[in-house]
Structures are given as C-alpha cells and as structure tokens.
C-alpha cells in the first residue's frame, strides 16, 4: 500500500469516527418525519408541473414508465449517499466524502462550492418563479415581490432547524396535497385508468427509445433528494435515519409522479398535454372544472417551500466547509437554537442578488448538469473508500460494491447525453 492509499485510509478513520468523541455544535433534533418531510420538500417541486408535457410528447402513454426508470437511477446513487451519510454524518457532506476518499483538499472545497453554486442558482429560479406566480394575485413590480418572498422565506430558515422545517413540512402537504387531488379527482373515472392500463406498456423499439428519452427528463424531477445527507448532523439518530428518509422520499415521489402522469396522459391526449405551456394546471382544470387559478396558488406555495429547503441546505453546507478550513471561520457562527445563522443569511443574500440582478434564462439548466457532476463524484469517493479500507466501520448502512460503480457510470452517461444530446 503505497502512501496516498495509507493516507486516505487514515482520513476515512478519522471522519468516521470523529463525529460520535466531537460532538457537532448543531442541534440534533430531527425525526424521520422532519427528515422525510424535507427531502419531499426539496424534491418535489416546479418540475412536475412542467415536465408531463415534456414526458408525454416523447413518450405518450408510456410516459409513467420513464419516472419509475428515473427512479430506480435515483435509487441507486441514494444508496451510495446512504452509505456516505451513515458514515460521516456531517454538514457539507459531499466535500467531507470526497476529502475522506482522496485527501485533496482543494478537490473536497471544490466539490462543496459545487454544491453551494447549484443550489443558489436553483434557490434563485425558483425566486423568480415565485413571482410570476404572485403577480397573478398581487400586482406589483417582480422585484420587488422576489425581494419580499426572499427576505420573508430567509427570516423562517433562521428559526430553529425543527420549527422552520416543520415549517417548511405544512407547505409540503399543501404541494402534495395538489398533486393528490388530481390524483383523487382521476380515481373518480377509475375505469378508465384500469381498462387502458395495456397501453401502458410499450410494443416495439421505438417506443421504449421514447421511454428512454423522457427518462432522461424524468431524472431532474428528482433531483434534490441527496440535500437529506446535508442535514444529516442535525438527525437525532443519523444511521437509521438518513438511509430510511432517502429511499422514501425517493420511493414516495415516484409512486406520486408516475401517478400524476398516468392520469394526466388518460385525461388530456398526449399531443395535447406537450402543447400547453402549464399542462398540470390543464390536466386539473379538465378533471375538477375548477379554474386554473387554484392550481396556481398551490403553485406558490409550492415554489416558496423550495426557496425555504434551498436556504436551510445551503447554510448548513457553507457552515461545514467552513468547519473543513475551506470558507472563512466566521461561517461556523450558530445561534443559540443551533442554526448557522450566519452562514444562511449569507445564503438569503447570495439567493437575492442572483434572483434580482442576473438573468436566468439558461442557468436553471446547469444545476441539474452540476448536480449530476456531483453524483459522478461521490459514487467516485464511495468506490475509492470501499477500496482503500480494511474492512467497513460498524453500525452503518453498507451497499454492494457495484452500487457505486452502477451509480457512477449512470450519472456520467446522463450527463453526456444532457451535453452532447
């Protein structure tokens, strides 16, 4: 074993096992329902409203079939962040995972600044997003209302970490609560739903290409569930925890997705669906006779919670890379209900200027690019750690070594298909 391989071992041991002797100046204090509540908050999102057009204009009927493989994608790179977590239950995790695995500093702050540009370019989109929905009810200028959403927003991810998201779990029922009225609301003609379910399966070659392709728009609905490892310091009991919260949300959110699709592509003919500009909002209007607007209130709260799970992550992976040396001491500052107020004011601020000041048209896109980016690499450390270690620590979740591998070569496949497709 040469001296690299002898180091990265060493910093394995010494992150695994310095959580339990140095206990994290976070407050533990989230369930498995504060936990599950978060990661359906931070991945259940603006997505599905937009992408069941996209999905049934290259996939049709098929169209369900394309979120469960998304799924199963997901599910196999949540698994190598379950080990992870479980692990190093740490703040800013995928900078602690990939200093661990290869002793590169510079590569384990790059990986965590990685994870900070995404998420504030996301909390930003998701900001003016939200104005766009309020300025149907509330006349005012958007910068003044994205102002307003964010500064409000940032005031509750200051609270303390189990009351702002509890907070932030209310608004999630309210999110899935639309998705399962259109659900209920398509139950209501269930007999259609049952009698077509033949088409559900594709014939030949070219449909299941069709499925392929839609998968590949699928992934994105999903991404934000990983943001659980983040908050992973702040569990009450982060082995069981961590890994059951993931493959819920994960689990949960394709059942609701697939769902929501399949009805919609049975209520509103599929060219039509990929036509509409809001074809969620089309689908609802078809089934209930209600008038779209309601659709969008939902649509507000359900980009407000984003804004609110953005902040809350963000803060807690800039306290830990400052935690790790890589950002400025002062990041570490908590407040006397355990939050890292400072490093999440630091967050509202970066959120604000970038949704006021810059325009996104294009950027939303390079989240999804960056986050696969960061997929490849912590599936990367996972395969290096498992390699370069004597035997797994004990009590923590371990998968097969070709969980990592399956991961790795998925996220980069996906991610060569989004550049050069």
């Not at 959110?253 to 599929?270: F, N």
Request: net charge positive.
């Amino acid at each position: 074993m040469n001296l690299r391989d002898r180091a990265a071992r060493r910093q394995v041991h010494k992150l695994t096992s310095a959580t339990p002797q140095n206990p994290s100046n976070l407050k533990q204090s989230l369930s498995l329902t504060h936990a599950v509540l978060y990661g359906l908050g931070v991945t259940i999102g603006a997505g599905i409203y937009v992408l069941v057009g996209a999905a049934a204009g290259r996939s049709g009927m098929h169209a369900p079939l394309a979120f469960f493989a998304a799924a199963i994608v997901m599910a196999i790179t949540g698994a190598s962040f379950a080990e992870l977590g479980t692990r190093m239950p740490v703040a800013a995790s995928e900078a602690a995972y990939v200093q661990a695995a290869f002793g590169r500093k510079w590569l384990s702050a790059a990986t965590g600044y990685l994870v900070v540009i995404a998420a504030v370019i996301s909390g930003a989109t998701i900001s003016v997003g939200s104005a766009g929905y309020i300025s149907v009810f509330v006349p005012l200028p958007s910068s003044l209302i994205i102002s307003g959403v964010v500064l409000a927003m940032g005031a509750v991810a200051c609270l303390a970490t189990a009351s702002s998201i509890s907070f932030a779990g209310v608004m999630t029922l309210i999110e899935i609560g639309g998705l399962a009225i259109i659900i209920v609301s398509g139950l209501a003609d269930g007999s259609s739903l049952i009698s077509r379910l033949p088409e559900l399966w594709p014939a030949d070659l070219a449909a299941w290409t069709g499925v392929g392709q839609a998968a590949l728009l699928a992934v994105f609905a999903f991404v934000g569930f990983e943001h659980l490892v983040n908050i992973s310091e702040e569990m009450r009991d982060p082995m069981r925890t961590l890994p059951r919260a993931l493959f819920i949300t994960v689990g949960v959110t394709a059942l609701l997705y697939a769902s929501v699709v399949w009805i919609a592509v049975t209520a509103v003919p599929p060219p039509e669906l990929a036509a509409s500009p809001a074809p969620l909002a089309l689908v609802f209007q078809r089934l209930t006779g209600l008038p779209i607007q309601t659709l969008s209130a939902i649509a507000i709260v359900a980009t407000v919670n984003g804004i609110i799970v953005h902040m809350i992550m963000i803060g807690r992976v800039m306290y830990g890379l400052a935690s790790l040396g890589s950002l400025p001491a002062f990041l570490k500052a908590v407040s006397a209900s355990g939050v890292p107020v400072v490093a999440t004011l630091v967050a509202v601020a970066a959120i604000l200027v970038l949704a006021v000041s810059v325009p996104l048209t294009g950027l939303a896109e390079w989240t999804s690019r960056v986050t696969l980016a960061i997929f490849a690499v912590v599936n990367m450390a996972l395969i290096r750690i498992k390699t370069t270690e004597a035997k797994p620590p004990a009590g923590v979740f371990i998968v097969p070594p070709w969980v990592p591998v399956a991961g790795l070569a998925l996220s980069v496949l996906l991610l060569l298909i989004d550049i050069f497709g």
